[in-house]
């Protein structure tokens, strides 16, 4: 499910940073996306 998460977010980060469009929002997905990664490679859990 975290990866998934993961994923979509980086998709629309890249969209948003090719179209320009987004301003600051684009780069909150990033951080995001980076975020929810590293708790994912923290807990070590595999997402379902």
């Not at 969209?15 to 909150?28: E, Q, Y």
Request: no cysteine; glycine share 10%.
């Amino acid at each position: 499910m975290l990866w998934t998460i993961l994923v979509i977010l980086l998709v629309l980060w890249l969209i948003g940073l090719i179209g320009n469009f987004g301003g600051s929002l684009i780069h909150l997905l990033l951080v995001v996306a980076v975020i929810v990664l590293v708790i994912n490679l923290v807990t070590g859990r595999r997402a379902v």
